[in-house]
């Protein structure tokens, strides 16, 4: 399924109108940005050593350390830290992915599901980051010094659930034309993968800490839920279904069913053209987000990319 593109400004002030989970997680985002900015500002007008140090501190204070010791004297740091940026890049393209993915994220599952998954996805990071760096031999020499912040691994377990769960949903890319995201989510664990000898290991593996929860998220819900995406769960279950059904209920089914004739072949495919038609008209007039869960469902289904 490819949604109809709109004017992106139209679509990011209607967002932030909304009272939903997602623009309130990324209002959340930016604002804790904006105060740190801020501070930084004000340490650098004044010359004060003070203020300076306190920017500092305000680091070390919300970001997670990969020290245990540190770590239990500030617990709280595994639920700020993925809230928490430095850079105007790096709060910039978490809050974009977050955008793009979380509204589809939304089309498909709740706004409790996408913070339960935003919440896991960061603690999943955080312990894959801490855990890397108190085993791995390479980190020993930065551990009592080292701390990660920000939304990424959050966010890749956002993409990584919704890629899973919705896999033939595809957006359009500069270049590559349109591109199903499970393609997407797939290429960036990858990289994710391979970058890890680069600059920033500890945030490498945090995203890969945060797509695996994504994934084993979705894999808990009904394995036949996952649009398009079989699994060894599904299969084994469809088999057992399959030859569990008495010969009675066999026969019943296949005399219950007799092909269409011509007539009321049209006649459906009338009728769902006339609802398809109905729904583009609502998409035109109040925008994509306007359509109910169900209209929803049933114009993904009816593009027939299963």
Do not use: C
Request: no cysteine; hydrophobic share 50%; charged share 15%.
């Amino acid at each position: 399924m490819t949604r109809q593109s709109q004017n992106p400004w139209f679509d990011a002030r209607n967002f932030f109108r909304q009272k939903s989970m997602l623009s309130y997680l990324v209002l959340i985002n930016i604002a804790v940005w904006i105060l740190l900015q801020i501070i930084r500002v004000l340490a650098f007008l004044f010359e004060n050593t003070e203020t300076a140090s306190a920017f500092s501190a305000v680091i070390d204070y919300l970001a997670v350390p990969a020290s245990l010791p540190l770590l239990l004297h500030r617990p709280w740091t595994l639920l700020t830290y993925m809230f928490l940026h430095v850079s105007i890049w790096h709060i910039l393209f978490n809050m974009l992915w977050l955008f793009w993915f979380g509204r589809i994220f939304l089309e498909y599952l709740t706004e409790k599901q996408l913070l339960l998954v935003y919440m896991l996805g960061g603690l999943a990071g955080a312990f894959a980051y801490i855990f890397a760096y108190n085993v791995f031999p390479v980190f020993a020499p930065m551990l009592g010094r080292s701390y990660a912040l920000g939304a990424s691994a959050s966010v890749m377990a956002i993409v990584t659930a919704i890629a899973f769960y919705v896999p033939n949903y595809s957006l359009y890319l500069l270049f590559f034309g349109r591109v199903k995201i499970i393609y997407i989510a797939i290429v960036l664990f990858i990289l994710d993968f391979f970058t890890i000898p680069g600059g920033n290991a500890g945030g490498q593996i945090a995203h890969i800490g945060g797509a695996l929860l994504g994934f084993l998220y979705i894999k808990t819900l009904r394995p036949s839920s996952i649009s398009g995406f079989s699994s060894k769960v599904s299969i084994s279950s469809w088999f057992t279904r399959m030859f569990t059904v008495s010969k009675k209920g066999r026969d019943k089914k296949r005399t219950a069913r007799r092909p269409m004739t011509d007539d009321e072949f049209n006649y459906q495919k009338n009728q769902q053209q006339k609802r398809i038609d109905m729904i583009l008209d609502k998409i035109s007039k109040g925008g994509y987000d306007s359509l109910t869960r169900e209209e929803k469902e049933f114009l993904f289904k009816s593009s027939g990319k299963h």
